[in-house]
């Protein structure tokens, strides 16, 4: 069955550094190959973006814009410009709804025609369960469609995407309940969580009857705002877990779905395949053979099966969710003298053959710019892996292995805080 799933891409929304122009051109020039067909631009850091959503973009910024659209008209995908103005929009000023058009004008006349507008993460919080919840639902909604009439004023094909100010949960709130019920059906609506047994804002399941019961709720399919691999701020960590989790029907179930992924661009590159293939075939989706394949292409034949055992330990995580442990035998209370001694053996299983990780890695070919933004996590696995292997042999004593633990930490940051974690329990268990 073909995919029917209209909207499907990236946004570039996280925290933190942003992408260069080249690194965009690039993600344009392959969403296609990817089964996907929009690119949002939404960095929170730009200030023009938020902070500064009222003023125009200097002239230098603005052709790097056209650059975009260009390259997208000729890859044939949709490129798109969010607009984040809810931390100081007056929605009874028309000096500002005016500001808003004026600021997407130029867009417009790039060829836009997809326009998000979004009243996340603002600096003064509401209760989306009180009566507040519902002023702001009606306020925010008739901004919203006063905003939708005025660029179709301009541009006669114009949808737009609204994201909400709670944008994590299926829950009827009288917020979006009241938000739903006014806003003009041409506006899609995002969500981050639909499952409420997990973190609703970086979601690892995303269930077909979570997204139901959105549509079942809020009257219209929602529009996925997925931060599967997502982690702001941070460009020292590795997010490389398969992408999965994800319900098998969303060309059902969903009117679009983009990707928030990490602020190392290069990082993305073998997750962005992985969504690929399973936007072409959800059903038929095999997230480890994804993974080798797109490894393949960013790191070579012989560099892969390195990239896979990265991929084992630096899992994305978030919130509650530890996945790097999955690795590990379970640490369920105190242990006896032969579960100790039984826990040693499979710890030494495991990490002995990773404490020359680092030294197979730099013998490898395999791409240069793979290789140099990658060889960090080499490093920092084989030398924790190095320390839990010293320990289970009783060459160093706990106490030591902390210290040695520490420093790693202290001085590179760039270990799953799982594996931290379970380090720390095991030198407790042995002291």
């Known amino acids: 069955m073909p995919n029917v799933l209209k909207y499907r891409g990236v946004i570039e929304g996280f925290y933190g550094p942003m992408w260069s122009h080249e690194e965009r051109l690039h993600l344009l ?89 979004f009243y996340d993460d603002l600096l003064k919080p509401f209760d989306p369960a009180g009566a507040e919840g519902i002023h702001q639902a009606e306020a925010q909604a008739v901004v919203m469609n006063e905003l939708a009439q005025g660029i179709a004023a301009h541009c006669a094909d114009a949808r737009f995407l609204f994201c909400p100010t709670q944008y994590a949960t299926t829950d009827k709130l009288p917020y979006l309940c009241r938000l739903h019920e006014l806003l003009d059906p041409r506006i899609e609506t995002v969500v981050t969580g639909v499952d409420p047994e997990h973190n609703g804002v970086i979601a690892h399941t995303l269930s077909d009857a979570g997204l139901r019961r959105y549509a079942e709720n809020f009257g219209r399919r929602p529009f996925v705002w997925d931060n599967f691999n997502a982690h702001d701020v941070a460009v020292n960590v590795l997010h490389w877990t398969p992408y999965r989790g994800r319900g098998a029907h969303l060309e059902d179930l969903c009117s679009g779905l983009v990707l928030n992924p990490q602020n190392v661009y290069l990082f993305n590159l073998p997750i962005f395949g992985c969504l690929g293939d399973f936007l072409a075939a959800p059903r038929a989706y095999d997230p480890h053979a994804s993974m080798r394949r797109h490894l393949v292409e960013l790191m070579g034949e012989e560099g892969a099966p390195l990239g896979l055992v990265l991929s084992q330990w630096f899992t994305a995580e978030w919130a509650e969710y530890r996945s790097a442990e999955e690795n590990l035998p379970p640490l369920n209370g105190t242990l006896t003298p032969a579960e100790r001694a039984c826990l040693r053996e499979k710890l030494r299983g495991i990490f002995t053959p990773l404490t020359d990780f680092d030294d197979r890695f730099r013998r ?56 931290v974690e379970y380090a720390k329990k095991v030198f407790k268990e042995w002291e």
């Open 364 to 419: 490898t070919r395999m791409d240069p710019q793979a290789a140099a933004r990658l060889l960090p996590f080499a490093t920092v696995l084989q030398r924790y892996a190095i320390i839990m292997a010293n320990l289970c042999s009783g060459s160093v004593a706990p106490a030591s292995a902390a210290a040695d633990l520490e420093a790693l930490e202290r001085f590179l940051y760039r270990l799953p805080a799982s594996l």
């Open 29 to 117: 020039r392959h969403l296609r190959g990817w089964s996907m067909n929009l690119y949002i631009y939404s960095p929170k850091d730009d200030p023009y973006h938020r902070l500064l959503w009222d003023s125009p973009y200097p002239p230098a910024e603005m052709r790097r814009f056209g650059e975009l659209a260009g390259e997208a008209r000729t890859q044939g995908v949709q490129f798109a410009y969010a607009l984040s103005p809810g931390n100081t929009f007056e929605p009874g000023n028309p000096a500002h709804r005016q500001a808003v058009i004026d600021k997407l004008r130029p867009f417009i006349d790039l060829g836009c025609t997809f326009f998000p507008i």
